[in-house]
């Protein structure tokens, strides 16, 4: 039997002649399709269909439910959130070749293993999760990333879609090849008692929270890696390196929902993403800088160097960006960045467009030199093939890409673990992916929130540090 992809739209009706209790609305055909399909590959298929959905944000209702492992997605402009609890099925993966492997698992999964409706694209049957930037050297820092394999990608028990306003939720059910249709029709009625819920809620709410954080490092400690790093690039061995340190903000009790909702409402043209994956600590960011987003054969990407604060009024503003477009050092950082995504796009398209000069992107407290990319991507390139090639872009890593891993595993005292890594979504022919900066993991009494700064020629060690505070700060102040 194959299975075939569900289409992309929703029937105006759908026969009732399945499950329906009040809840949800389940065809017969599907888990008859479900059980037909299990048995044939003889391991588990995914079956999903769409319960009754809690008029209620999502974030409030990742809070009521307690569920783990539990997540959040939005997109930059978009209008779609995205969040899940538990899991359906979990593919996790560890070292170097986790990302292609996982990657591959999810591939056939999605063609093979999942048995749905029609449904809309937003609501199409997708992963969510992310990659460490560096899956090679052991984690370092004790227990700092624990619960977080180097590659991990959520398929949910429930996914809460939020759109314009309006709430759908898709359910989904691992189906055993074991199993008969009356055991099938009690577990769906299970899982979709579990979700029934009029309970509402206004809003998460959050402590007010300290401006004061403590840093992982010396500044004499910063300046004497920064240093060391200038002079492998006076060598000529290295063209840019970016280097990351920790700033810890001590006995704060924040949870991870309440945290992300203050983010999404006061950091406005980001991506918003939140993980917790029952490690008992969490991860969430809002980071600016896509790293790719994946239509059928059409992808498109940003990159990003090159850094100031905003002005306090319109004036200053323009004059902070008009000083970042001219800067040699801010300019050479960020044509590294362009440089190398174009190579790595062009190995992966057979068209490839960008824009001439890049231009300033405002957020809430900085600015940065962006230029976008678009390319039609060639015959058989995999979601996996993107996010191996483009990742970790010269943005998070350096460039030569190599040298610079090197030097970033030599230098920095800590490992990275998801900062600076690919998290988003993962559909069977779209997917988006941003790059986790921005970011911070939550435990139960701390937060520690990551800042990094892009290091060339014409660098100096206070002023890289002085970025890296002020982008911590950022992070920080969007919580107040």
Same mark, same amino acid.
């Given at each position: 039997?194959?299975?075939?992809? /569900?289409?992309?739209?929703?029937?105006?009706?759908?026969?009732?002649?399945?499950? $329906?209790?009040?809840?949800?609305?389940?065809?017969?055909?599907?888990?008859?399709?479900?059980?037909?399909?299990?048995?044939?590959?003889?391991?588990?298929?995914?079956?999903?269909? =769409?319960?009754?959905?809690?008029?209620?944000?999502?974030?409030?209702?990742? =809070? !009521?439910?307690?569920?783990?492992?539990?997540?959040?997605?939005?997109?930059?402009?978009?209008?779609?959130?995205?969040?899940?609890?538990?899991?359906?099925?979990?593919?996790?993966?560890?070292?170097?070749?986790? @990302?292609?492997?996982?990657?591959?698992?999810?591939?056939?999964?999605?063609?093979?293993? &999942?048995?749905?409706?029609?449904?809309?694209? +937003?609501?199409?049957?997708?992963?969510?999760?992310?990659?460490?930037?560096?899956?090679?050297?052991?984690?370092?820092?004790?227990? @700092?990333?624990?619960?977080?394999?180097?590659?991990?990608?959520?398929?949910?028990?429930? @996914?809460? &879609?939020?759109?314009?306003?309006?709430?759908?939720?898709?359910?989904?059910?691992?189906?055993?090849?074991?199993?008969?249709? =009356?055991? &099938?029709?009690?577990?769906?009625?299970?899982?979709?008692?579990?979700? $029934?819920?009029?309970?509402?809620?206004?809003?998460?709410?959050?402590?007010?929270?300290?401006?004061?954080?403590?840093?992982?490092?010396?500044?004499?400690?910063?300046?004497?890696?920064?240093?060391?790093?200038?002079?492998?690039?006076?060598?000529?061995?290295?063209?840019?390196?970016?280097?990351?340190?920790?700033?810890?903000?001590?006995? /704060?009790?924040?949870?991870?929902?309440?945290?992300?909702?203050?983010?999404?409402?006061?950091?406005?043209?980001?991506?918003?993403?939140?993980?917790?994956?029952?490690?008992?600590?969490?991860? /969430?960011?809002?980071?600016?800088?896509?790293?790719?987003?994946?239509?059928?054969?059409?992808?498109?990407? =940003?990159?990003?160097?090159?850094?100031?604060?905003?002005?306090?009024?319109?004036?200053? +503003?323009?004059?902070?960006?008009? $000083?970042?477009?001219?800067?040699?050092?801010?300019?050479?950082?960020?044509?590294?960045?362009?440089?190398?995504?174009?190579?790595?796009?062009?190995?992966?398209?057979?068209?490839?467009?960008?824009?001439?000069?890049? $231009?300033? !992107?405002?957020?809430?407290?900085?600015?940065?030199?962006?230029?976008?990319?678009?390319?039609?991507?060639?015959?058989?390139?995999?979601?996996?093939?993107?996010?191996?090639?483009?990742?970790?872009?010269?943005?998070?890593?350096?460039?030569?890409?190599?040298?610079?891993?090197?030097a970033i595993r030599e230098l920095e005292p800590n490992s990275r673990g998801w900062y600076a890594g690919p998290v988003g979504w993962y559909a069977r022919d779209q997917a988006e992916f941003a790059v986790a900066i921005r970011s911070a993991l939550l435990t139960e009494n701390e937060m520690c929130v990551f800042a990094g700064a892009g290091i060339v020629q014409g660098s100096t060690p206070d002023n890289e540090w002085q970025e890296t505070q002020n982008k911590a700060l950022a992070f920080l102040n969007a919580l107040q």
């Open positions: 039997m194959n299975f075939q992809a /569900a289409p992309l739209f929703l029937p105006d009706r759908m026969e009732d002649t399945g499950i $329906h209790n009040g809840q949800s609305r389940l065809p017969k055909d599907l888990t008859a399709q479900a059980l037909e399909q299990a048995k044939s590959l003889r391991e588990n298929v995914i079956l999903t269909w =769409e319960g009754e959905a809690p008029q209620i944000d999502p974030l409030s209702w990742l =809070e !009521l439910e307690s569920a783990c492992p539990a997540f959040y997605w939005k997109g930059r402009h978009g209008q779609t959130e995205y969040a899940g609890a538990r899991a359906a099925l979990v593919l996790r993966g560890t070292g170097p070749g986790s @990302l292609v492997n996982v990657c591959a698992q999810a591939d056939r999964i999605l063609d093979q293993r &999942v048995i749905c409706p029609p449904l809309p694209r +937003d609501l199409q049957p997708r992963f969510f999760g992310g990659f460490a930037f560096d899956p090679s050297p052991p984690q370092a820092g004790g227990t @700092l990333w624990s619960g977080f394999d180097d590659a991990a990608l959520i398929f949910p028990e429930a @996914l809460l &879609v939020r759109s314009f306003g309006q709430n759908r939720l898709m359910l989904a059910l691992a189906v055993r090849p074991d199993e008969n249709a =009356e055991e &099938v029709r009690l577990s769906v009625e299970k899982v979709s008692a579990r979700y $029934h819920s009029g309970a509402a809620a206004d809003s998460v709410t959050l402590p007010s929270v300290a401006v004061s954080l403590e840093a992982d490092m010396s500044r004499a400690a910063w300046s004497e890696m920064v240093l060391t790093a200038l002079a492998r690039i006076r060598s000529g061995s290295l063209d840019k390196v970016v280097l990351a340190r920790q700033l810890w903000l001590r006995d /704060a009790r924040l949870g991870v929902w309440p945290v992300m909702q203050r983010l999404r409402d006061r950091a406005p043209y980001c991506f918003h993403f939140a993980f917790d994956l029952c490690g008992g600590r969490s991860f /969430a960011g809002s980071t600016p800088e896509r790293l790719f987003y994946r239509s059928g054969d059409e992808v498109e990407t =940003e990159c990003i160097g090159g850094t100031t604060v905003r002005g306090p009024d319109r004036d200053s +503003d323009q004059s902070l960006a008009e $000083h970042l477009l001219s800067s040699p050092k801010d300019r050479l950082e960020h044509y590294y960045v362009v440089e190398d995504m174009l190579r790595c796009l062009g190995r992966l398209c057979d068209r490839l467009d960008a824009g001439a000069s890049p $231009h300033v !992107l405002e957020l809430a407290t900085l600015q940065h030199l962006m230029t976008r990319a678009r390319g039609h991507l060639k015959s058989g390139t995999t979601t996996g093939d993107i996010l191996a090639t483009l990742h970790p872009s010269p943005a998070v890593g350096g460039s030569p890409r190599d040298a610079a891993l090197a």
